[in-house]
């Protein structure tokens, strides 16, 4: 848990923390009523979906949104498995 200042500083922190868990078997965009924010995001994070694959977007429940309100915006993600 972590308390971010800005609107910008906290778009950069979910790209840094997302772009650390990097590569995903699967990457998803979801939202609370905000698509801006979305295309936003699908925008930086376009090297970060798997090859060949349209990244999903999907609006939350009204169960998790209620704990995250409105305008909120971020990513589901399935980390890759290791090959050894």
Do not use: C
Request: charged share 20%.
């Amino acid at each position: 848990m972590e308390r971010v200042r800005t609107r910008n500083g906290a778009a950069s922190r979910v790209m840094e923390l997302v772009t650390q868990l990097a590569p995903f078997e699967k990457l998803t965009l979801v939202h609370t009523h905000a698509p801006q924010k979305v295309a936003l995001l699908r925008q930086q994070a376009s090297h970060l979906f798997p090859a060949g694959e349209e990244p999903m977007v999907a609006e939350v429940t009204p169960l998790i949104g209620t704990h995250i309100g409105p305008g909120a915006a971020g990513f589901v993600a399935i980390q890759a498995r290791k090959r050894i």
